[in-house]
């Protein structure tokens, strides 16, 4: 049964940092490239960054140089750390594989709102 559960999200101003937390059944995490994604209110979800289990990383062009991505194979876990936080970067942020199917199940996400 694949789990996914995100964790690490809140509230934070502008300029600040969050690091998200992403733990991830086995069966899903040894075997995938990663990612995150993120939905924000009326918008579609979208993918933020990836991460290959060779430690290779993508980033939308929107985040790079404030985001990385991370992953420890010992804990089964997908990390992002968010630095220099900006309104435009509140959404409910999500992890999955990476290309992600249709038919992928899809955890209940972490909420970043970034405010002052």
């Known amino acids: 049964q694949v789990q996914l559960v995100e964790s690490g999200g809140g509230l934070v101003q502008p300029g600040g940092s969050l690091r998200l937390s992403c733990a991830a059944s086995g069966s899903i995490f040894s075997s995938n490239a990663m990612g995150w994604y993120r939905q924000a209110p009326g918008k579609q979800r979208v993918l933020v960054a990836d991460?290959?289990?060779?430690?290779?990383?993508n980033y939308a062009d929107s985040v790079k140089g404030r985001f990385t991505i991370s992953r420890d194979s010992a804990k089964n876990t997908v990390y992002l750390q968010m630095n220099s936080l900006k309104p435009e970067d509140t959404a409910v942020y999500y992890c999955?594989?990476?290309?992600?199917?249709?038919?992928?199940?899809w955890g209940q996400g972490t909420q970043v709102t970034v405010s002052s």
């Open positions: 991460i290959t289990n060779g430690g290779s990383t």
């Open positions: 999955n594989r990476w290309p992600v199917k249709s038919y992928d199940y």
